[in-house]
């Protein structure tokens, strides 16, 4: 089984940063992309950022345009989103995916990590 395991959470005043780290073990696997999503109290889970390792192509929510970069390491396991100008809105859980190679959908999910930002 491959597991995800998020870290780098944590409680940052408005205009802070944090940098979310994630790890992929297990047996042998790929991924052709990794990806950020947040959930926050009430809300549905929503797309923030992911990375195609093949072209290193990325894409970003609109609100965090600007604010957060995602980027990972060349071994293609390990994915960062660095997180700038945080903002009380950007308070959630957030969790990090992976999407294996013929897959449409990301099949694998870390278990999350919570971001407080306060104002």
């Known amino acids: 089984q491959v597991q995800l395991v998020e870290s780098g959470g944590g409680l940052v005043q408005a205009g802070g940063s944090l940098r979310l780290s994630c790890s992929a073990s297990g047996r042998p696997f790929s991924f052709n992309r990794m990806g950020w999503f947040r959930q926050a109290p009430g809300k549905e889970r929503e797309f923030v950022a992911r990375?195609?390792?093949?072209?290193?192509?990325?894409e970003y929510a609109d609100s965090v345009k600007g604010r957060f970069t995602i980027s990972g390491d060349n071994a293609g396991n390990t994915v960062y989103l660095q997180m700038n100008s945080l903002k009380p809105e950007d308070t959630a859980v957030y969790y990090c995916?992976?999407?294996?190679?013929?897959?449409?959908?990301?099949?694998?999910w870390g278990q999350g990590t919570q971001v407080t930002v306060s104002s």
């Open positions: 990375v195609t390792w093949n072209g290193g192509n990325t």
């Open positions: 995916a992976g999407r294996s190679p013929g897959w449409i959908t990301y099949n694998y």
